[in-house]
């Protein structure tokens, strides 16, 4: 039980502080090019002095934010069998996202970032254009990778949704929010998948995010009072 109190109070504050890493690197990432505008985006990228830095943050925020899914996800395996059931679920797409996200990040932090400097610092003529070309097909790469990563987000939200709602250790609005959450980030990966970083794909991912800061706090301060008594 002492183990369990632990984890939860881990749990917490690994989301709290996963949500503060997170709005921090958002802040310094570059965003004023419109992401599927490639020769424009590729620009504000190379400018960049931070790029790489930024992805391991927003890498280590991640990482955080999953730590508490997990704590959650395994104080609701103490429910009934249709809670434990969606909470292991849920356990194990959250793991499956973060492999994916650190993959991305890779590629986006890492590749992408040397393709694009290799792209600007190219004489023009047949280098750059091959240089343009590399970094266009990393960029597709990560493209694929964001959309298969808010899919398995979705699917980690919308499991320990239902298993909030289905359990009775924490409130069902806080599990309804988890579910709404998990449906728009399902779809927010589809179309990510099929039309990249474009506005349709923000249809879905913009209300999603919200909701699960507005899931991922409420997780946290409940965790942190049911700590105790566990």
Request: glycine content about 30%.
């Given at each position: 039980m002492g183990s369990d109190a632990t984890l939860l109070r881990l749990g917490a504050v690994a989301g709290?502080?996963?949500?503060?890493?997170q709005v921090a690197m958002d802040q310094v990432h570059p965003h004023q090019a419109q992401p599927n505008d490639s020769a424009a985006a590729f620009r504000e990228y190379a400018a960049s002095g931070m790029w790489t830095d930024v992805h391991i943050g927003q890498y280590l925020g991640t990482l955080l934010i999953v730590l508490s899914l997990v704590a959650l996800a395994q104080s609701l395996s103490r429910q009934g069998s249709v809670a434990r059931a969606f909470s292991r679920a849920g356990l194990l797409t959250a793991v499956v996202a973060a492999a994916v996200f650190t993959v991305q990040m890779a590629v986006d932090g890492v590749a992408l970032g040397s393709a694009v400097r290799a792209w600007v610092s190219a004489p023009p003529g047949p280098v750059q254009t091959s240089a343009f070309e590399v970094a266009e097909a990393i960029r597709s790469l990560e493209k694929g990778l964001s959309g298969f990563f808010h899919l398995s987000n979705g699917l980690t939200l919308l499991a320990l949704g239902v298993a909030v709602v289905a359990g009775r250790a924490y409130s069902r609005w806080l599990g309804w929010v988890g579910i709404v959450a998990g449906l728009a980030f399902l779809?927010?990966?589809?179309v990510t998948a099929r039309t990249g970083f474009s506005p349709e794909a923000g249809v879905f991912l913009t209300p999603g995010l919200a909701l699960l800061v507005v899931f991922l706090l409420g997780a946290c301060v409940a965790m942190w009072r049911r700590a105790p008594s566990t």
């Open positions: 709290l502080a996963g949500i503060v890493l779809l927010g990966g589809v």
